[in-house]
């Protein structure tokens, strides 16, 4: 109060406002299939496998079994939508899908912190369920749940392979994708049931589990693989060092057996050919940095369009950025190397303003997984040794 010598009101600038952008929590798993009992096509929120139990019923079918992995991995929230339909007819493929009424996926839409989705029942289904005679049915409810996530833009479909399939019918499958926006996992796994060891099922809401362990752990940018799965015995099929390779080439994630270091997921890339999107961690991280800037640009509808709001945007963002460049997340020797936001008169011109929009553009150099550790062995002999020593001069004598 010092400075003002005379009466009257005095205005100061506070500064510019900074608002703190956060990171939306990632693993929450949305799971699509037949339940025991429970209202269908409704979305229901669920927190443990007791409290499953206690709304959709433990009927032991492949949804509860899912459900029960993904808690048991790690999982900590989930979302099941049961498909059954209440008119008392058969399941069918729009039961999943709901392209002609309010079921299935399309009510997943109304979800918005689901980032994961998988249907392991619909494996179950194929073979037994009218709606399912042929594997076309399979593959139409699967091209589904990729579209339903490439659709919403903040969501990761993760696919099983049909059942009783080999190796190179698991690669044919395969070939009908491709999408940055699912993997694919095989072979199928057996559970405990009771005191036994129960049918295979499809792994997927296992996997949803490590995914959701993984990110609550390190981060979505840590690849969710060479990680022990939990509340599994075994494996359908035994995949031997050669098969996996092959598996890897057609970019299949295979669920291995190692001696003394139980039963691992052994891959962590997308059905995707772009080489960009190739890694599960890269395209996930990506989807996580869109839905935490979504979240946090709310405030910005109708604020004035200027360099004041621009600054106030950079700030925040390089902010999150640089917070994820501390945890590994990002790649580069110095943080200008590993992202950038611009925000200015280039990216907002006159014309862009006049029509009520805003850009901003985002830079990110995202970290990839170490897939391919070489060792080199070279050979050293006590020969080879005496033989240099022998040829090395002798040393000059010292002063006495």
């Known amino acids: 109060m010092g400075l003002y010598k005379t009466p009257g ?7 510019e406002r900074f608002r703190p ?42 949804t509860a079994q899912a459900v029960r992995g993904f808690f048991e991995n790690g999982g900590t929230k989930a979302y099941v939508v ?51 005679e042929s594997l076309d049915q399979v593959h139409a409810v699967q091209r589904a749940l990729i579209d339903h996530c490439e659709r919403m833009h903040d969501r990761f479909a993760i696919l ?37 060891a129960g049918p295979p099922i ?17 981060g979505v940018h840590r690849a969710p693989a060479n990680l022990p799965l939990q509340d599994i015995v075994d494996v359908d099929t035994f995949v031997h060092k050669r098969e996996r390779d092959f598996l890897f080439d057609h970019r299949i994630n ?26 599960i961690n890269v395209r996930r991280l990506f989807l996580m940095l869109r839905k935490s800037i979504e979240v946090f640009a709310q405030w910005v509808v109708f604020e004035p369009n200027g360099p004041d709001l621009w600054k106030t945007l950079i700030r925040s963002i390089e902010a ?28 907002n011109p006159p014309e862009a303003r006049d029509a009520g929009e805003l850009t901003v553009e985002i830079g990110v150099s995202p970290v990839k997984p170490a897939e391919f550790i070489v060792v ?24 006495g």
């Open 9 to 15: 009101v005095h205005i100061e600038s506070a500064g």
């Open 21 to 62: 952008l956060t990171e939306v929590p990632m693993g929450t798993c949305a799971f699509v299939g037949r339940t025991a009992t429970g209202e269908p096509h409704r979305p229901v929120k669920v927190d443990s496998f007791e409290r499953f139990v206690s709304i959709f019923g433990n009927d032991g079918g492949v």
């Open 82 to 132: 049961n498909v059954n339909p209440d008119d008392g007819r058969t399941v069918s493929p729009d039961d999943f899908i709901g392209a002609k009424a309010e079921r299935g996926l399309r009510v997943l839409e109304r979800v918005d912190d689901v980032d994961l989705v998988v249907a392991p029942d619909l494996m179950a289904c194929y073979g037994k369920e009218l709606g399912f």
């Open 160 to 196: 099983d392979t049909p059942p009783k399939m080999d190796l190179d019918a698991a690669v044919e499958w395969r070939k009908r994708f491709d999408t940055s926006y699912a993997a694919l996992y095989y072979p199928w796994i057996v559970t405990r049931v009771g005191e036994e």
């Open 202 to 218: 499809p792994p997927s809401g296992h996997v949803a589990g490590l995914f959701a362990r993984v990110d609550e752990e390190t």
């Open 254 to 279: 295979a669920i291995h057996a190692f001696p003394a270091r139980g039963l691992r997921v052994w891959g962590s890339r997308t059905l995707s050919s772009d080489q960009a999107f190739t890694h």
């Open 320 to 347: 999150f950025l640089f917070q994820q460049y501390q945890r590994g997340a990002l790649v580069g020797s110095a943080p200008e190397e590993a992202y950038y936001v611009k925000c200015d008169e280039e990216t």
């Open 376 to 399: 080199r062995i070279h050979q050293w002999t006590r020969e080879a040794s005496a033989e240099k020593t022998e040829a090395a001069p002798a040393a000059p004598a010292q002063p």
